[in-house]
């Protein structure tokens, strides 16, 4: 279902929020290639910490996340200690979750050597149709799933099928705007 928000634009329904967060996020962001190594680790940190949360509570702590996990330098976080989980542990201004602070680190070790982009970017789908509603928009497909398991076997935490899906998804990967929202197709080019 979409509808005309009060500026006039027809968005994704998940984007018909009084929330100016939520919707800057959906015009400018969800959906956009993202080839950026520290950019797609930020994000894959993201949507592992927002597992079980709305994605407005992470969009509202962002700000913070960046702070408190050195603006998700993957060398940096790879390095962190004890320490610095006690310190995220007491840090309010992001989700406090222990096995979430202790997988980002994990993942920026596993991380570290890699060609993130490469290896995220290798289980891209090819461009398909936009979906005509959210109802047609899964939770997770065949290449999530690939993606997961891989990045799994690399040592990744807390990346399964639902949250690499949504990876894809907010990095480009896959275009899940539906078809009426106003928000510019992305050329295969910038794929």
């Known amino acids: 279902m979409t509808a005309r928000c009060d500026d006039g634009l027809v968005r994704c329904d998940w984007a018909m929020t009084s929330s100016g967060l939520y919707r800057d996020y959906h015009d ?6 993202v080839h950026d190594r520290i950019a797609l680790f930020e994000r894959m940190s993201l949507e592992a910490f927002q597992s079980g949360l709305s994605w407005l509570t992470i969009l509202r702590k962002r700000d913070n996340f960046r702070r408190a996990f050195s603006g998700f330098d993957i060398e940096t976080v790879a390095h962190y200690t004890d320490a610095d989980i006690a310190r995220l542990m007491a840090d309010d201004g992001i989700v406090r979750n222990r096995a979430k602070i202790e997988a980002t680190i994990a993942n920026a070790r596993a991380a570290a050597d890699l060609d993130l982009s490469r290896l995220l970017w290798s289980f891209a789908p090819p461009p398909r149709e ?14 999530s799933k690939a993606m997961a398991g891989e990045l799994k076997r690399r040592g990744f935490r807390f990346v399964g099928p639902t949250t690499a899906y949504a990876l894809m998804q907010a990095t480009g990967m896959v275009d899940d705007h539906v078809r009426s929202c106003w928000v510019p197709r992305q050329s295969p080019e910038t794929r």
């Open 28 to 33: 400018h962001e969800w959906g956009r290639p």
């Open 130 to 143: 936009r979906p005509a509603s959210v109802s047609e928009i899964p939770s997770a497909t065949v290449e």
